[in-house]
Every structure is written in structure tokens, then in C-alpha cells.
């Protein structure tokens, strides 16, 4: 069997994890084996040293121009912070189009997405990005549909990452395309990571979905409502609170925040919940009150359909552990 030549482009500023993580799952993956399935390279725009965002600087085995040669499998493009800010020549975007449609699959790991959109072979494609990017990426390219939640996409022979470190839930993706789950299996167990990891990007958001918009008296009720969770029943309440009907309250919402009511009232519910699931040991119950729910088991179900796991689940994930002694 032939050597798979993965090849990831870094260029300046690169977020080194984005290169390291995908390849260290392959030179893994050659571990398990006990003999070299993938031959990883990193290839750089212009000099073969890459400064990284952290300073850190990588020696590149090729330079663009020089990789035309190479028979690549797969071809990825790391990100880098503000990567949106650089623009590739006409040149470089002929030349990583070439290697993308010489190799078997390509794309993309976390804002590297946006380098590989200059070159319009995300044009009509699914993929993912950084979630905070998701924004920006689909503002700049309307033409790419981005799924801002999921951690890997594939679409054709196209490949996307996620944020940083879901590169690596792509690579072990991609080696188990390539040698079967039990192979992938192994190489995560031996990087210490999820064969699939529980959560999806939208686990990972601080930033929160309930954000204040519109005008003052909009303001005012959207912060008298995430004050009353546990006595705001309906959006009866909310309509009450500001002296207007429900219907009149609902344009209000698509009109400022361009969302339903009820989908940014239940927003505001999970989040609470999420904060009390992270900081506390209430019972479930306890937190569905105060989170204006029914029951435990309403909270529940909402809390899967919204996060895409049990509450409890959540907790185990997010509570704080003492270190091992």
C-alpha cells in the first residue's frame, strides 16, 4: 500500500494546533499500524518558516509552489487568528486549488475555512467553521451554507473542521475512512479523546444566546424576564410586564432580535439552567423551578432538543474535579 501524503497548509500566524493536532492523530495512527500509512507534511505560502500565533515558529517541509509536485491524499488548511484579513494572490489561489483537485479530499480545519472560500471551491458546499467565525464566514461567502454547530462536515471530497481542537475529531474522521473504526478507535484511545466526542460546537459558546438588544424599554423587559425565570409562566407575562398583546410582543422580538419570543424565553431558561448545572449541586428539580420549568423531566427534554444532552450529562462535563493525588 502506498504512503497517504497529508499535507496542511500553515501560513503566517497559524494557529499551531490546527497543524500539530490532525497530524499527530496520523503519525498515530502509523504507531498503532508499526508501519507509515500517512506521510504527514506541513507546507507553507512563501519561506519555510511559519511564524505561529503563539510565536512558536514551524519549519515547513514544502513551499506552495513546490507541493504542485506531491500526489497528496488529503489536503487541509489550517486556520489563524484574523485569517479573515488575509488575502491570498491569484497565484497561491490557483496553485491550492490544484492541490485540492489532485487529491482525493480537502478543506479545512477551524477559520482555515475562509482561506480555502477565496478560492471558491466551497461554493455550494456544507461545511463548518470556528463558531465565533460562523458569523463573519457565512456575511463574506453567502454562496458557502456554514454550520456553525457541528465539529466536522463532509460534502463531496470536501473536509471542514471546527474550532482548534475539533481538528483532531476530523483526523480520527478521516483515519477511520481510510482503516476502520477499530484503527480510529485505538489512536484516540491513545491520544486520551473522545472517538466521538458528546457535544457538538454549541456546547462550547460562552457568549450568551440571550444577548440584550433593541430599545431601552426592550431592554428592560428582556432583563426583568432572566431576573423572574421561576415566575415567568408564558410569554403572557412578558406581553403583561410591558403593557402590550402578545402578538404586538412577538413582532417586537423579530423585529429587534430578528427571533421568536418563545425561542429567545427558552433560550434564557437553558442558559440559566446551564449556570446552575456548572456552579451548584442542586437537585434537578430544583433548578427546573428556578428555571421557570414544570418539572425535572420538562427540563429535560428541553435541555436535549436545545444542547443535545441530559442534563446530567452536562454536569459531569462541566463541574470542576479535584486533581488526582
Not at 500566524?13 to 502509523?30: H, I, K, M, R, T
Not at 519549519?59 to 488548511?77: G, K
Not at 479573515?84 to 478543506?107: F, H, M, P, V
Request: aromatic share 6%; charged share 20%.
Amino acid at each position: 500500500m502506498m504512503k497517504r501524503v497529508i499535507a496542511i497548509l500553515a501560513v503566517p500566524g497559524v494557529q499551531l494546533l490546527d497543524v500539530s493536532g490532525p497530524l499527530d492523530v496520523f503519525a498515530e495512527a502509523n504507531r498503532q499500524l508499526r508501519r507509515q500509512v500517512y506521510e504527514p507534511v506541513v507546507v507553507s505560502l512563501e519561506t519555510l518558516e511559519v511564524a505561529s500565533s503563539s510565536g512558536v515558529r514551524l519549519m515547513a517541509n514544502y513551499r506552495l509552489e513546490d507541493a504542485q509536485a506531491l500526489q497528496v491524499n488529503t489536503f487541509l488548511l489550517a486556520g489563524a487568528p484574523d485569517v479573515w484579513q488575509q488575502s491570498l494572490t491569484e497565484t497561491q489561489k490557483g496553485q491550492i486549488r490544484a492541490l485540492c483537485e489532485n487529491s482525493d479530499r480537502y478543506g479545512s480545519v477551524c477559520t482555515g475555512a475562509f482561506l480555502l472560500a477565496q478560492t471558491g471551491l466551497l461554493t455550494q458546499r456544507k461545511i463548518t467553521t470556528h463558531w465565533a467565525s460562523a458569523t463573519r464566514l457565512s456575511a463574506d461567502y453567502p454562496q458557502v451554507e456554514v454550520d456553525a454547530d457541528a465539529l466536522y462536515v463532509a460534502d463531496g471530497p470536501v473536509r471542514t473542521a471546527a474550532g482548534v481542537t475539533s481538528g483532531m475529531d476530523l483526523a480520527i474522521r478521516l483515519v477511520e475512512e481510510d482503516l476502520g473504526r477499530e484503527v480510529a478507535q485505538d489512536v484516540a484511545c491513545n491520544l486520551v479523546m473522545f472517538f466521538r466526542r458528546p457535544v457538538n460546537q454549541g456546547h462550547f459558546i460562552r457568549r450568551s444566546a440571550i444577548s440584550l438588544s433593541g430599545r431601552n424599554a426592550f431592554q428592560d423587559l428582556q432583563r426583568w424576564t432572566l431576573a423572574n425565570l421561576a415566575t415567568v409562566a408564558s410569554l403572557n407575562d412578558m406581553a403583561a410586564h410591558i403593557g402590550l398583546s402578545v402578538r404586538h410582543l412577538a413582532r417586537l422580538f423579530r423585529q429587534e432580535m430578528d427571533m421568536a419570543a418563545g425561542e429567545w424565553l427558552e433560550a434564557g431558561r437553558i442558559d440559566r439552567a446551564k449556570m446552575l448545572l456548572e456552579s451548584d449541586a442542586l437537585p434537578l428539580k430544583t433548578i427546573a423551578s428556578q428555571c421557570g420549568y414544570a418539572s425535572a423531566d420538562v427540563l429535560r427534554r428541553a435541555f436535549i432538543k436545545r444542547v443535545g444532552m441530559t442534563p446530567s450529562m452536562y454536569r459531569r462535563l462541566n463541574v470542576a474535579r479535584p486533581w488526582a493525588e
